[in-house]
């Protein structure tokens, strides 16, 4: 049977991934797309403009050496690819040179699926081989791409399930083709009043069918990365659950579901110090787990940097500095190393049964 | 949708995980005595013996005993049930439970394979009677037109349900979806189709729902077809069956028991510890669960000829021994150039 890539190839998206969540790395979500961006910069008062967000991203990208050892790639949305910084220095070569990785979101967004409950697909298939060419050219080593499952009492449904692992695998396996390292993102909403288990079971499930759907499509799971949701109760659950139960099930999750040859799985989550504190957990909770576990984070990385700029020039190093801290935080965070802000050492006793999940 | 009603309490997995842990202890894997027929069996079987010296060094090797349901009920000849003495000894009792292949129409020889009736009650009893737990037999060939979809869809879809009833019974399921080596096939093409069918497989237990901490996965070891020209060393063979396992079994999954499907006792052991000494990273037990790969020598020993059984007792220690060995990966094999096999991983090996 014919091989979908080359040994060189494959050696190629091996070692790409390894490097994007080599130990103490993780990944800065820094696509937001022109939207999602006016939404955070309004927050802070500032104007949704293209010279706003470049200042922005200028802000993270400026950061020193201290962030190499803890970012090993940046996701850029397409014009930020494009933009350089106040000294005329492509915002690509500032990263590239630091030796960290560039991965470009290449996805163009939801759409609905018709005769569900309000449940989505996401388009950009077309034409994505040849804007995957181009992105290789132009610096891009790493893809993103974005699907979104809502639990509810009717979802998600079968069909949102094997379509949104459908989409992701024809995804993937483009992207390999140009030897570019897709990160495949099946993302559960945490909207919701349903709880630990909930989450837990339907995340099982998705992730079951994802990696059926990688299988069909011929993807070399070496060569790729997976960025899922934390297993958490929805945000309108009334139960509290301890971070070491929030650890204790998405790991049952993952270790039921994703095959020991995907190489890392960095982790998306809201919050801030709440991100970095279940990050530690996860990787203090006693189950063995045969893939590298970091983060990749926008908002968590990101909102103090923000919130300290506020538009204003003067501001910058100080906003500088907070990510900074974050990125470091988060670095301790996935090597498990992270004793919190106002929390208590987790201790190993915490996990309670694993039966219970 | 995906709402989950739970198919098993916490204590029912942990039951099923604990079981399984046992089977596959560090150094154990399973004797495959499902094969052996009638009289046969009971003469042969070892474990029935009652010598204390013998069976310690057998029970440090032998996690777990697959019987069928004949020998399941015979005694020793002091009239004490096969599977009460193991059980004694801290081996766990497995019955086969499946009720062998049939054709799959409008395939080009390809099968499933039956038994789902009745199996809630049959497990129940074997339950009562001492069983710990099961296996199910599939089977899938190589061809030009084989394995078809049907087939592996099919096969894995049984195998599922298999399961899903013994755990309801306490029973933790041995999956066993066997790919004959017949055929002239390439290891390349072995390692392809063990991928599908794997990952069909886990599809079909997580669509039902079961727990796979309280399973134990009986697959071939990736080898090329008995007619193909080339000959593969034991580290390829390693390579490429750690390398697909790595790609479909998930981690919860418990252990690895490799079938030998017509391997020789030696070359059983050789390969599956180079699959323990392989430099990738394996979280699951890697072992055995042999018949004829532990059993060849004994027999031939023995020959029917009574006054033989010391002798072949002591063939079936020493396959055991070794295979428990190579289950650690610190099997030094006598046959072949010994510490010169253990440096031919290649790092950049094409799987």
């Not at chain 1, 293209?50 to 993270?60: A, D, G, P, T």
């Not at chain 1, 500088?320 to 190993?348: M, P, V, W």
């Not at chain 2, 004994?298 to 289950?327: C, D, H, M, Y």
Request: net charge neutral; aromatic share 6%; glycine share 8%.
């Amino acid at each position: 049977m014919p091989q979908a890539l080359s040994e060189a190839q494959k050696k190629e998206l091996h070692e790409t991934a390894l490097r994007i969540v080599s130990p103490g790395k993780g990944i800065l979500a820094a696509d937001e797309s022109v939207g999602s961006m006016g939404k955070r910069l309004a927050q802070v008062g500032v104007e949704n403009s293209e010279e706003n967000r470049r200042q922005f991203r200028q802000i993270l990208f400026s950061a020193d050496d201290r962030i190499n050892s803890c970012i090993g790639g940046v996701i850029f949305f397409h014009e930020t690819l494009y933009q350089y910084s106040d000294s005329g220095v492509s915002f690509v070569k500032m990263i590239k040179d630091r030796g960290i990785m560039i991965g470009v979101k290449v996805d163009k967004g939801v759409v609905p699926l018709p005769g569900t409950y309000g449940e989505t697909t996401t388009q950009g298939l077309d034409g994505l081989s040849e804007r995957c060419a181009q992105y290789k050219k132009d610096g891009a080593v790493f893809a993103k791409w974005r699907c979104v499952l809502k639990i509810s009492d009717n979802n998600p449904s079968q069909l949102a399930i094997s379509e949104n692992a459908g989409v992701l695998a024809r995804y993937s396996s483009i992207c390999q083709q140009h030897c570019i390292v897709p990160i495949i993102e099946p993302e559960i909403l945490p909207d919701g009043d349903h709880d630990l288990k909930r989450c837990q079971s339907v995340t099982e499930k998705v992730l079951a069918e994802v990696y059926k759907a990688m299988s069909e499509h011929h993807v070399y799971l070496e060569g790729t990365l997976l960025k899922p949701n934390m297993v958490t109760p929805g945000h309108s659950c009334l139960t509290k659950y301890t971070p070491q139960e929030v650890a204790m099930a998405t790991l049952t999750a993952i270790r039921r579901t994703v095959p020991p040859a995907v190489t890392g799985k960095s982790y998306i989550t809201p919050g801030e110090e709440e991100a970095s504190i279940h990050l530690n957990a996860i990787n203090n909770c006693p189950l063995p787990k045969p893939w590298i576990l970091t983060f990749s984070f926008g908002r968590a990385l990101q909102a103090s940097a923000l919130r300290a700029w506020r538009g204003h020039k003067e501001n910058e190093k100080a906003a500088t500095e907070q990510f900074i801290k974050r990125a470091e935080i988060n670095s301790l965070a996935c090597q498990g190393k992270y004793t919190g802000d106002n929390h208590a050492e987790s201790g190993q006793q915490m996990y309670g049964s694993i039966y219970a999940y | 949708m995906t709402h989950q009603y739970p198919a098993l309490t916490p204590e029912q997995k942990k039951e099923l995980q604990d079981i399984a842990q046992r089977i596959v202890a560090p150094g154990k894997g399973i004797l495959a005595a499902d094969e052996s027929t009638g009289s046969m069996a009971k003469r042969l079987n070892p474990i029935g013996v009652e010598n204390t010296e013998e069976n310690s060094r057998i029970d440090s090797c032998i996690g777990g005993v697959i019987f069928f349901h004949e020998t399941l009920y015979q005694n020793t000849d002091d009239g004490i049930p096969f599977a009460k003495l193991i059980k004694d000894r801290g081996i766990v009792v497995g019955i086969k439970v499946d009720k062998g292949v049939v054709p799959l129409a409008g395939t080009n020889g390809e099968t499933t394979t039956q038994g789902l009736d009745g199996l809630s009650e049959r497990c129940a009893q074997y339950k009562k009677d001492g069983a710990d737990f099961a296996k199910w037999r599939c089977v899938l060939k190589i061809s030009e037109t084989t394995p078809s979809e049907l087939a592996i869809f099919e096969n894995a879809n049984v195998l599922a349900r298999y399961a899903s009833i013994c755990q309801q019974n306490g029973i933790v399921p041995i999956v066993e979806p066997e790919i004959l080596p017949d055929g002239e096939h390439d290891l390349k093409r072995c390692q392809y189709v063990t991928e599908k069918v794997l990952a069909a497989c886990y599809k079909a237990l997580s669509d039902h729902h079961v727990y796979l901490e309280g399973t134990l996965l009986k697959p071939n070891m990736v080898t090329a077809g008995h007619s193909c020209p080339t000959k593969y060393s034991s580290e390829e063979i390693a390579m490429a069956t750690v390398t697909a396992l790595r790609r479909t079994v998930p981690p919860a999954v418990t252990g690895v028991t490799f079938l030998s499907g017509g391997q020789s006792e030696e070359e059983a052991s050789v390969n599956l510890n180079a699959i323990n000494t392989c430099p990738l990273m394996k979280p699951w037990a890697l072992t055995f669960s042999y018949g004829r790969a532990l059993q060849a020598s004994a027999l031939s020993a023995w020959r029917g000829v009574p006054n033989q059984e010391k002798q072949a007792t002591e063939e079936f220690i020493k396959r055991a021994q070794a295979n428990g060995l190579a289950a650690l990966g610190k099997y030094e094999s006598s046959g072949t150039a010994g510490a010169a096999g253990q440096s031919l991983y290649v790092a950049n090996h094409a799987y």
